[in-house]
């Protein structure tokens, strides 16, 4: 076989190994959040007065766990709903929700905004 022959072979055999490992990394992560069990269950201010007052050892209680949390609507922004002016909750799907009422997010903790002061929930569904 020639050097050409072989190159191009290598070539190919690079690129498939690429190509599938890319998608297998960017497909690993995909989790479906309405299935799963959440592992806490906890209120917007409770889970917030945890963060506030020492955001270290939440975060690493909470940190990409699926969680479900009741509270008030305060803010809703195209898909976010905000619990408690505190809880930021990106919905999977944009639903119509009512500022002021009570409702219960389940969604995987993404962190802790210093800045903000605002926890951070991505994958939301509202359970009721």
């Known amino acids: 076989m020639s050097k050409r022959g072989k190159f191009l072979i290598g070539l190919i055999v690079i690129v498939a190994i690429g190509y599938f ?3 297998y990394i960017m497909t690993a992560g995909a989790r479906d ?3 799963e069990k959440s592992e806490y ?5 409770d889970i917030f007065t945890e963060f506030s007052n020492n955001s270290e050892i939440p975060t690493n209680k909470y940190l990409n766990k699926t969680v479900q949390i009741s509270g008030k609507v ?3 922004v195209d898909n976010v709903i905000t619990l408690d002016e505190k809880v930021s909750c990106q919905l999977q799907v944009s639903k119509k929700v009512g500022v002021g009422s009570q409702i ?8 802790y905004d210093d800045l903000l002061e605002e926890l ?5 569904l509202i359970v009721k």
């Open 120 to 124: 951070k929930l991505d994958q939301c």
């Open 33 to 35: 959040i309405q299935t």
């Open 21 to 23: 490992g890319y998608n």
């Open 74 to 76: 305060t803010n809703v």
């Open 41 to 45: 269950i906890t209120t917007a201010t």
């Open 104 to 111: 219960i997010i389940k969604g995987r903790v993404t962190g």
